[in-house]
């Protein structure tokens, strides 16, 4: 059974429509994560999942119940807030019993569950301190234990990791990862840090808009995204039109203005499609160099990232392509100007929606 | 600590009119502090002997112990109702619309501009026609208006720094909306409800004039002084001031400790 069903689900505030109708199941035990940019619907979907926000329309359940109009209070959601909202005014101990005692559980157990909860963020040692008192990494993990030591039934969280700095915030995705898989929590994660989405989901509704653009694992939203705008979310990726000449089977030879392609996918002979390339997916070689063997150009522009290099190639032919390789291939003492030869592995060029 | 410019010139003179100001503000209380603890029988400056006599007359009258007993209770009644009505206020103000929340808080808090003779002819008023004058039914409602605008004011601040993000976190965590305000809000405004509560209760002891208005048999504290002013300047008068001075100031540094208190336990962060 699924742990939540969004159905057809719309809000609008005034002439705004924040969600344009989003239908979206989040399995048993899934890691669902909403990304998109700024402004998309992100947190207007996960608040009508807590029911802080009442949909217009569409329908809201969580296991299976009907919620879409039941306060936050009687749904069993767990939820960690950005800013992590700790009760200022009560130990680690009580923040995490708080749920507990709302819901009547008997003193012995509550005492217990809060152990356990402590001891699996790493915080057992701190139970009697305030948050004032402890680091920002320890707060979010704090806040962590507090919503799942009601067991929720789904597991919400809105950027959760936006206030830590970027080695704390590596730590904590593995944490809740493993965390999640341990206990088999269902959970819905919300970001707009693409690496955050396909580094820890087990599927990921990419959205734009207020609609959810596509829904796939992460290796499907990467390797196959179902459109331009997905593709150039996902990361760097070389957009180009192409006109197929002739097919065979599930093949087709294609031209890009003046570049030869092999793809991937049906068409008609004469077809305009638009294809995706992913940067890191091209092979790069010194002109002349044995074993390139591609097509000609010359480095436009190059830029240095340490573990990459990232480089503009103009081809001979006329388009333009980005080009990401590692440190460590040995042409990577290329200069601007030098010229290149590039190679695309047949199978590789994938069409997209425009 | 920044560094602060400034000649040791303007440090003095800094200095100076700072001691002024307060010697000004202070001095007639000090003057009538010393006064209380004549020996004599009328009020003099400096007084030729010294002794708690006018203490011990305050202790055994019965007006005066009656009048502080009223004063007494209709503060304790005044300040829990004005924590309740000026806290729903606040917290009104403070979730509601934004619209007309400007005018609905300057309307809540006009009976701190408007001047108590007025307010007092209009509470009087109508308490004459309710038949209600020179009862606590009036007398309670009447203080109401002033101490109310008071607990708004310092709860309101209060709110505002409040994150309302921890009640929907508590939300989330099983807690019905009110339960929220009781567990969470509440106990984090507390320093707002505490000092709303002393100046209620300050104002509502301190109240004489729209009191005056509504009273012929209630006797407050500041109501007996007046009346007995009227006939004698007894020393008794210094001494039941003085002793209004000291408790309406041991409840102010119980309110600063309280602050200290608090803002020590929050400032670890
Ligand atoms: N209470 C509201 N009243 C009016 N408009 C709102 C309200 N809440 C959200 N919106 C609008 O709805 C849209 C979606 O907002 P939402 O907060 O869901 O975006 P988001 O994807 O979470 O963005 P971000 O990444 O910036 O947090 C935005 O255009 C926003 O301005
Ligand atoms: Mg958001």
């Avoid at chain 1, 048993?28 to 608040?47: M, R």
């Avoid at chain 1, 962590?144 to 936006?162: C, H, Q, S, W």
């Amino acid at each position: 059974m699924s742990a939540v069903d969004l159905e057809a689900v719309v809000k609008r505030y005034g002439r705004v429509e924040a969600v344009a109708g989003v239908d979206l199941s989040v399995e048993s035990g899934e890691f669902v994560t909403l990304l998109g940019p700024s402004g998309c619907g992100k947190t207007t979907t996960l608040q009508m999942i807590a029911g802080f926000v009442i949909p217009t329309s569409g329908q809201v359940r969580i296991g299976g119940r009907d919620c879409t109009r039941l306060a936050p209070h009687r749904r069993n959601v767990g939820m960690v807030f950005q800013n992590y909202a700790l009760f200022p005014h009560m130990t680690l101990q009580d923040n995490v019993a708080f749920g507990l005692r709302m819901r009547g559980v008997p003193r012995a157990e509550r005492d217990r569950r809060v152990g356990e909860a402590l001891a699996l963020v790493r915080l057992s040692d701190y139970a009697d301190r305030y948050p004032g008192q402890i680091s920002g990494g320890q707060q979010q993990r704090v806040a962590l234990a507090r919503a799942l030591v009601i067991r929720p039934d789904v597991l919400l969280l809105d950027e959760p990791f936006g206030a830590l700095d970027k080695h704390l915030r590596d730590r904590m995705r593995v944490d809740l990862r493993e965390l999640q898989k341990q206990l088999g929590i269902s959970l819905v994660f919300v970001t707009h840090d693409q690496e955050e989405a396909l580094s820890m989901s087990d599927r990921i509704a990419v959205m734009e808009g207020g609609l959810i653009r596509q829904i796939g694992t992460p290796g499907d939203i990467y390797e196959r995204p179902a459109n331009r705008f997905v593709a150039e979310f996902m990361g760097e990726s070389n957009i180009l039109t192409a006109r197929i000449l002739s097919t065979s089977g599930s093949e087709a030879e294609a031209d890009a203005g003046g570049m030869p392609l092999r793809l991937n996918g049906s068409g008609a002979r004469g077809d305009a499609v638009t294809v995706m390339i992913r940067p890191e997916k091209i092979m790069l070689g010194r002109a002349g160099a044995a074993g390139a063997g591609g097509i000609p150009g010359r480095v436009a522009a190059l830029q240095y990232f340490g573990s990459s290099v990232h480089y503009r190639i103009a081809l001979d032919c006329g388009p333009e392509l980005t080009v990401i390789r590692p440190e460590a291939d040995p042409v990577s003492r290329l200069a601007v100007g030098d010229g290149v030869e590039v190679a695309i592995p047949p199978g590789i060029p994938f069409v997209i929606d425009d | 600590m920044t560094e602060r410019s400034g000649s040791p010139f303007g440090y003095a003179m800094l200095a100076i009119f700072g001691a002024l100001v307060a010697a000004f503000l202070l001095l007639p209380l000090v003057i009538l502090c010393i006064q209380s603890f004549t020996a004599e029988s009328f009020l003099s400056f400096p007084p030729p002997s010294y002794g708690t006599r006018w203490y011990r007359h305050v202790a055994a009258a019965a007006n005066w112990r009656e009048a502080a007993l009223s004063s007494l209770v209709i503060a304790a009644i005044v300040t829990p109702l004005s924590l309740v009505l000026g806290t729903l206020a606040a917290l009104g103000l403070d979730r509601g619309p934004m619209r007309g929340r400007g005018v609905l808080y300057g309307i809540l808090i006009s009976p701190m501009i408007l001047p108590h003779i007025v307010l007092g002819l209009g509470i009087f008023r109508i308490a004459l026609d309710l038949h209600i004058d020179d009862s606590l039914l009036s007398i309670v409602p009447a203080h109401l208006t002033i101490t109310v605008p008071f607990v708004v004011i310092s709860v309101g601040a209060s709110l505002q720094s409040f994150d309302t993000g921890l009640e929907k976190a508590a939300q989330s965590l099983g807690a019905s909306p009110l339960r929220a305000l009781w567990h969470i809000t509440l106990p984090i405004i507390r320093p707002g409800l505490v000092g709303g509560g002393i100046f209620a209760f300050i104002m509502s002891f301190d109240e004489f004039i729209i009191t005056y208005f509504l009273s012929v048999q209630t006797r407050t504290l500041p109501l007996e002084i007046f009346s007995t002013l009227r006939y004698q300047v007894s020393p008794a008068i210094a001494a039941v001031s003085a002793l209004t001075i000291a408790f309406s100031a041991a409840l102010t540094v119980a309110l600063m400790m309280r602050g200290q208190v608090i803002s020590a336990g929050r400032i670890v962060r």
